[in-house]
């Protein structure tokens, strides 16, 4: 089985450099599959759940905000925060979540900014999904508007 390399580093730390046979991105435009000999691409990343599968078995991270440079040989993914999804707790996701909450409020009180509360909305709505994708329920972590 054709491989490429994989790298994941976030400004606290690199989480991950591994030989990997597929890599699932959470791209801001939709999750894609990379592979070996992937055609070239770059995409931004949207809060989400990015997963590597290698010879050992697969691994999750939540990643939120940064992009996937993804090449014929390799995928690098620089985040602007990730980490192991074993690392998420619900403290985490709500720290995560009171902090797009406060992000969202801030750009509804925006004006002439067009589109700042809908990609705020987006953003608070991706973290949610990618909570339930980790069994983290969504009820417990975003207040009542």
Known sequence: MATLQFDLVSPE????SLEAS???VPGADGDMTAMADHAPTITT????????????GTDEYLV???????????????AERAMPVGEVTQDVMDE????????????AGTEGVEGAVDAAAKFLADLVAA??????PASSRVPAP
């Open 13 to 16: 730390r690199r989480l991950a």
């Open 22 to 24: 597929e890599v699932r």
């Open 45 to 56: 990343l949207r809060p989400g759940i990015l997963s590597v599968t290698h010879t050992g």
């Open 64 to 78: 939120i905000g940064g992009f996937a440079d993804i090449s014929s040989a390799g995928v690098t993914v620089l």
């Open 96 to 107: 995560l979540t009171a902090e797009a909450r406060a992000a969202q409020d801030k750009a």
């Open 131 to 136: 909570g339930d994708q980790i069994r983290i």
